[in-house]
């Protein structure tokens, strides 16, 4: 495939005799070309995003982290218990629940 500055001069040619298959055959090769540039403008850059993603990725990765103080605790004894508690009124509840069903609502289809 090549490219030439030639098919912009036909370009008048085709403006005149727009009805013609030669002007049509200027257009699709104008088309082609314009996707194959923009493919081309589309892969650069991704390709450019990818690399700056990439390295402040790596940039993240070797910035040096505070290791002066110890991490805090993930969890504190007092959140834990509340958390055992608000499971164990949950056990119940559904036990009750389970022993006492709600009343059955009859059905509005019939």
């Known amino acids: 495939m ?6 912009f ?5 085709f403006i005149d005799g727009k009805s013609e298959p030669e002007g049509v055959r200027v257009i699709a090769l104008v088309y082609w070309r314009v996707l194959l540039c923009s493919a081309l403008v589309a ?3 991704i390709f450019f995003y990818g690399t700056w993603d990439l390295i402040g990725v790596l940039n993240a990765i070797a910035a040096s982290t ?4 110890p991490p805090p605790a993930p969890f504190s004894r007092s959140a834990l218990e509340d958390t055992v508690r608000t499971f164990k009124i949950r056990q119940t509840n559904f036990l009750n629940f389970k022993s006492s069903p709600p009343a059955l609502i009859a059905d509005p289809n019939r």
């Not at 001069?9 to 040619?13: A, D, H, L, P, V």
């Not at 505070?66 to 103080?69: C, G, L, N, R, V």
């Open 9 to 13: 001069g036909t370009f008048r040619e």
């Open 2 to 7: 090549k490219f030439s500055a030639d098919i």
């Open 43 to 45: 892969l650069v850059a």
């Open 66 to 69: 505070d290791t002066s103080a």
